[in-house]
């Protein structure tokens, strides 16, 4: 059997039966005042970003209305518009940082449709390279992360500044 080195799991199995799971994930990101702990990239007067805990690849983060709704058709033009904008902030600094080939971006809407939080309507912005479905996934049912967490938020975060200073 071969082992994979994930030292950002023990923090979630040591302490996953002392969260909070009777308020939204979302919500608790965004009233939360230590960005850091949530993964959280960016506040917006409307939205939200934060890198997914659980990623399918390195960078994988996700944007989100501040209205706690499941409901795209919900959302006003302006909610929608900001969390778009956001999007396209974030495909900047992801190709910057990993130069990715391509990138899948969308909401899951519904359970039927994968939604794995589905009470809170989210986006996710996914990088893709060529061939990062290696024998790991298909074979193995394992998907490898490149880098741990921290470094992407690091990274993130950095390159958000470099970027919002050369504007």
């Known amino acids: 059997m071969k082992s994979l080195f994930a030292p950002w799991r023990f923090a979630y199995v040591t302490s996953v039966d002392t969260q909070d799971r009777s308020q939204c994930i979302f919500c608790q990101a965004y009233a939360s005042a230590v960005d850091r702990a949530t993964l959280t990239l960016w506040r917006r007067q409307r939205s939200f970003a934060?890198?997914?805990?659980?990623?399918?690849?390195?960078?994988?983060?996700?944007?989100?209305?501040?209205?706690?709704?499941?409901?795209?058709?919900?959302?006003?033009?302006?909610?929608?518009?900001?969390?778009?904008?956001?999007?396209q902030a974030l495909i900047r600094v992801l190709r910057m940082l990993y130069d990715p080939h391509g990138f899948n971006v969308g909401f899951n809407?519904?359970?039927?449709?994968?939604?794995?939080?589905?009470?809170?309507?989210?986006?996710?912005?996914?990088?893709?390279?060529?061939?990062?479905?290696?024998?790991?996934?298909v074979i193995g049912g394992v998907r490898v992360i490149p880098e741990d967490l921290e470094t992407t938020m690091d990274r993130f975060l950095a390159e958000q500044a470099r970027q919002e200073g050369t504007r």
Do not use: F
């Open 109 to 137: 809407l519904g359970e039927a449709a994968g939604a794995g939080i589905e009470e809170h309507l989210h986006l996710h912005i996914v990088p893709r390279w060529r061939g990062d479905t290696s024998q790991m996934t």
């Open 50 to 87: 934060l890198l997914n805990r659980y990623p399918y690849t390195t960078g994988h983060c996700m944007v989100a209305p501040i209205k706690h709704c499941s409901d795209l058709e919900s959302l006003e033009q302006a909610t929608l518009t900001e969390m778009l904008l956001g999007t």
